[in-house]
């Protein structure tokens, strides 16, 4: 009886291309919905592996979310490994002070996109990312609002590496802060998850992730066995842009980039990093040498508050073994001393306007690929016209 | 939230009983597929995790879609393909292809269409919206390690069990036994036939409580006899399937004998015959060959062939409660590299984000060459 289905009859029993296509376009994928139940509002940016858009809830019009597109047009190995990555990563995290994944939608199959979705990833959307916030000199943060900024990105970074992940990419720009003054770390699209070699046999990650401008300096020299301390590199490098109100090094290359660590954090060699000859780019670097570590010294005409300077030190640690660790970092003084942290959110209510680094005026005209990153699909495609007004 | 799970009834009216598919096909069907994806993951050197992720994308698909609009193995390389990728081991669309081919008998590898890697490629985001993007899949490998390193008792013959068990959660992916019950549960019960069958007793278990009646009782919480014995039953029925006379031929065949227990409807079991050394249900289990005699097999199952004990130097199983290495069960690849996978199930073996891997690629070198976007910070 069971002879009816025989592969010899595959052809009859299995659906023509059309009654597929039919098919394909008119199920109802019952755990994943269409991506009309949202209203885009406007572009905010440009994420690793796609656009990012303001939307809106049409059965909740007071509702907000962010959704990412998922560009697959160059995909030669179909969904992207990247965005599943960051999906797996996002539905593992939930935490007041990570970006929440609401779901994930699809646009209808059609004979329109040859029967091929396009999925979109939604987030609770935030009004503001922390580099939109410092560039707009109207935003004045007190020393407890840094406080509390900062404290929410340790919070977020310990609890992330509690989960055993690594963000790669900390940067103000994907520092989130909600109209509530809640602060959301933001695209995990660089993130992974690591394990303490405890086997002995040392990572191979790749070292060619974070922005060049907040990387670590192991990175740098080529370390494939990081941790933890990358990301905590790029907190420190976001704290003190909190007093700066820019990026604190701004390296053209890796090379200089070196160049401007060793000259506010010292020179770099195996007296202030043992071990750090066995990186593999050691020898291949240029490492100024007798470089005074200036880290207090050049901060503290912005910060002032010595907790604050004294902690910015401990972060921009040159070895990443002695480096401060986000629970380190939360217990330090810095956060337990007057002024104590603040609430965010009356000094936001004074803005009425979303602030993103990508709709900044200030640097659009100067900067079209903003930031020195990783490779980022379609990238050139940031500044098409249409969303460029501010939001609201 | 929508789970995972299902009752008997609701797995037997599924889209392709629905569409005329009788359950017996069905549930053949399923099983061809969930082989397929294991041999094609071990043809391709993925690791055991990989395989299994794929065979419960597989089992999940087909309860939304029919076996009639989706031929099995078209599904079962584009599973496979996300598992790759979704468990940091990816490998190319068009080399899976190619190993498929080398699977099939050509008839088969006709309803991969003119264009395979095409028709791959659309049906994988078919799948991704079915399974509502749940990638992360947790399997009873996992659990069967971390209980066995509770179990006190001759090491021996613990060890034994243990490489009995592994082999019969490999051959639980043919059943629809992930769509039943969570890993720790058929973890537990396949833990259970094993000590049956090796005829090893567990007396006493570390962290053991004047509460706990059974060692598992630690782990799970009311799981009855009637309920193990029935999922030791649906694997064991694979066992006890018609051999090749009775199978229809595009079926695999079986080396396996007729079980001396007759074989009840798989999914709906509900009079068993208690399972005891004495009445083995598989003729071969309790008389394993040495293991001198033992060919080796790379990926274990009793379909094929008794459990290869041979190919397994005796380690010293770890004396509860330290932390030594897990003990080294049958398995596909390599040993997991520690015996509670991290939080994220499996630590991805290479460096994959940044710079694409290569066959990935098509990202552009960051740009050296770009102004900052604010103002230098000036140091006084």
């Not at chain 1, 490492?287 to 901060?299: A, C, I, M, S």
């Not at chain 2, 990989?50 to 099995?72: D, I, L």
């Not at chain 2, 833990?191 to 009782?217: I, P, Q």
Request: contains cysteine; proline residues 10%; hydrophobic residues 35%.
């Amino acid at each position: 009886m069971q002879s009816k289905h025989h592969s010899s009859h595959h052809s009859s029993i299995t659906m023509s291309m059309r009654d597929k296509e039919k098919y394909i376009e008119t199920f109802s994928f019952p755990y994943c919905e269409e991506a009309t139940k949202y209203q885009t509002v406007a572009k905010i940016g440009q994420g690793t592996f796609g656009e990012v858009f303001k939307a809106r809830d049409i059965n909740n019009p007071k509702k907000f979310v962010a959704m990412k597109k998922v560009l697959m047009d160059n995909e030669k190995e179909g969904f992207p490994i990247t965005a599943l990555r960051e999906i797996r990563i996002l539905q593992l995290l939930k935490h007041d002070n990570v970006v929440n994944l609401i779901e994930i939608c699809r646009t209808k199959a059609s004979l329109h996109n040859r029967y091929r979705s396009t999925f979109y990833l939604v987030f609770d959307f935030c009004e503001h990312d922390l580099a939109g916030l410092l560039s707009n000199v109207n935003v004045k943060f007190s020393l407890g609002e840094i406080k509390k900024v900062m404290q929410q990105l340790l919070n977020g970074l310990y609890y992330i590496h509690f989960n055993k992940i690594l963000h790669r990419d900390m940067k103000a720009a994907n520092v989130l802060i909600t109209k509530g003054g809640i602060l959301k770390l933001a695209d995990f699209g660089l993130a992974r998850a690591f394990s303490t070699s405890k086997t002995g046999v040392p990572n191979r990650f790749t070292n060619r992730v974070v922005t060049l401008w907040y990387r670590p300096p192991e990175l740098l020299l080529g370390d494939r066995n990081y941790g933890p301390p990358v990301d905590l590199w790029g907190a420190g490098c976001i704290m003190a842009e909190m007093w700066t109100r820019s990026p604190i090094m701004q390296g053209n290359s890796e090379q200089q980039q070196l160049t401007l660590i060793s000259q506010l954090c010292g020179s770099i060699n195996p007296t202030s990093w043992p071990g750090v000859e066995k990186l593999d780019m050691y020898n291949n670097m240029e490492l100024p040498q007798e470089q005074k570590r200036k880290v207090k010294e050049r901060l503290r005409p912005y910060m002032k508050d010595p907790w604050a300077v004294d902690l910015l030190d401990k972060l921009l640690t040159l070895d990443p073994s002695k480096r401060l660790d986000a629970d380190g970092a939360l217990n330090h003084d810095f956060f337990w001393t007057d002024p104590m942290p603040v609430d965010l959110s009356k000094m936001l209510a004074t803005h009425t306007q979303s602030m993103f680094e990508f709709l900044a005026p200030a640097r659009r005209a100067t900067q079209v690929n903003r930031h020195h990153s990783m490779p980022r699909p379609s990238a050139s495609s940031v500044q098409d016209g249409g969303y460029q007004d501010r939001v609201f | 939230m929508p789970g995972w799970y299902y009752d008997k009834k609701e797995l037997r009216n599924t889209p392709s009983a629905t569409a005329g598919l009788d359950f017996k096909t069905e549930m053949r069907y399923r099983k061809e597929g969930a082989r397929f994806i294991i041999d094609t993951g071990m043809k391709m050197d993925l690791g055991y995790n990989t395989t299994a992720t794929g065979v419960v994308y597989f089992h999940r698909f087909y309860m939304f879609h029919s076996f009639q609009q989706f031929p099995r193995y078209v599904t079962a390389c584009c599973c496979l393909f996300l598992a790759g990728k979704v468990e940091e081991t990816p490998k190319k669309c068009k080399d899976i292809i190619k190993i498929a081919r080398t699977l099939l008998p050509d008839h088969k590898f006709t309803t991969f269409g003119c264009d395979p890697k095409e028709e791959v490629m659309t049906l994988e985001r078919i799948l991704l919206q079915t399974i509502k993007f749940d990638l992360q899949v947790e399997h009873p490998y996992q659990f069967l390690l971390k209980y066995a390193k509770c179990l006190k008792g001759d090491k021996a013959k613990l060890q034994k069990m243990v490489q009995m068990a592994w082999t019969f959660v490999n051959d639980s992916l043919c059943t629809t036994l992930c769509l039943q019950w969570e890993p720790e549960i058929i973890a537990v019960a396949l833990m259970y036939l094993a000590g049956k069958l090796s005829k090893f007793e567990v007396m006493d278990w570390v962290g053991r409580s004047a509460k706990h009646l059974r060692w598992w009782d630690m782990f799970v919480e009311d799981v009855t006899m009637d309920l193990l014995e029935d999922i030791c039953h649906q694997v064991l029925d694979l066992y006890s399937q018609p051999a090749a006379a009775k199978s229809p031929p595009e079926s695999p065949p079986l080396s396996g004998e007729k079980a001396p227990i007759s074989p009840k409807n798989a999914a709906n079991g509900n009079e068993r015959t208690q399972i005891s050394p004495e009445q083995p249900p598989v003729p071969a289990l309790p008389r394993l060959p040495p293991p001198a005699d033992v060919p080796q097999f790379p990926y274990q199952t009793f379909t094929h062939a008794p459990p290869p004990l041979a190919s397994y130097a005796p380690v010293s199983f770890p004396a509860p409660p330290v932390n030594t290495p897990p003990p080294a069960p049958p398995h596909i690849a390599g040993p997991p590299p520690n015996v509670f996978p991290p939080y994220v199930n499996h630590p991805p073996p290479f460096p994959a984000v940044g710079p694409p891997p290569p066959y990935f690629g098509n990202g552009l070198p960051p740009s050296q060459s770009q102004h900052p976007h604010r103002q230098y910070f000036q140091p006084s």
